[in-house]
């Protein structure tokens, strides 16, 4: 498997970071910057299309891509790790707790897509459809997507991350795979998995809302974190709060 990916610290605790529809293995803000480099060891990878593997071909679905994060796992030697998913990432994420349940030690969702296929009207589908081709619907989405609170200098930075990191076909087949896709039937709910959701409270998308009937549903023992000061890309928004979040749950054991 050709993969690409940025490594975070050195520590015994292996962490695997799964980014979302916009970003990439170098997109996730200043949050590198607040980890703990000397308990974790963290990897964000790139999917098929994105980074450093914008040229690898694939399916462009969640099973795949969960299927390339195990075999990151495998090409790094890890046995046992956590991971970590961003929006369309935290469903690639949950789709890994389905394909390798003995190898996740915990799993934290960020603003996560959940395992059922996300509602639509046919004036959003018409919108997150013609992103692939159109930067200013990606612009509205991530305008709305943070609760139209933040500078326009932010959303062209992430848009154009979005523009450089991916390719317009794997971008595009991404949106049904995360959207359309509905896994939810597979999910048990006795899963001893340590599960955490952090959404921000300024996303109307992934809200706290959509996650008490979707991946509180799933994982009942799951907890949640309402960031104060966030929308859908904590990452950047509130970093350090972020940081924090992620590692006072890995750190309980």
């Given amino acids: ?122 004036s959003g589908w018409e919108l997150f459809s013609g992103a692939a081709a159109h930067p200013g619907h990606r612009a509205a989405i991530i305008d709305f997507t943070t609760g139209s609170k933040l500078t326009t200098t932010f959303i062209q930075l992430v848009v154009q991350h979005s523009l450089e990191n991916s390719t317009v076909e794997a971008f595009a087949a991404y949106l049904p795979a995360w959207a359309k896709s509905d896994f939810s039937a597979q999910v048990g709910k006795d899963t001893s998995t340590p599960v955490k959701v952090i959404v921000g409270v300024n996303d109307p998308a992934m809200s706290a809302d959509v996650m008490e009937q979707t991946w509180l549903v799933f994982f009942p023992e799951a907890e949640m974190t309402i960031l104060p000061d966030a929308g859908h890309y904590p990452m950047f928004e509130s970093p350090v709060s972020l940081a924090t979040s992620i590692e006072e749950f890995l750190g309980r054991d």
């Fill in 1 to 122: 498997m050709a993969s690409s990916h940025l490594t975070v610290g050195s520590g015994d605790h292996h962490v695997l970071a799964v980014h979302g529809w916009f970003g990439s293995s170098r997109g996730w803000g200043s949050l590198p910057d607040y980890l703990d480099p000397s308990r974790y060891t963290y990897v964000f990878m790139d999917l098929r299309g994105y980074g450093d593997r914008k040229q690898v071909a694939g399916e462009f679905t969640m099973e795949e891509a969960a299927a390339d994060a195990i075999a990151l796992a495998d090409e790094l030697g890890w046995d046992r790790f956590s991971v970590i998913g961003h929006s369309m990432g935290g469903k690639v994420a949950h789709q890994v707790l389905l394909q390798a349940p003995e190898r996740v030690h915990k799993l934290i969702g960020l603003n996560p897509v959940p395992a059922t296929e996300v509602p639509m009207d046919a």
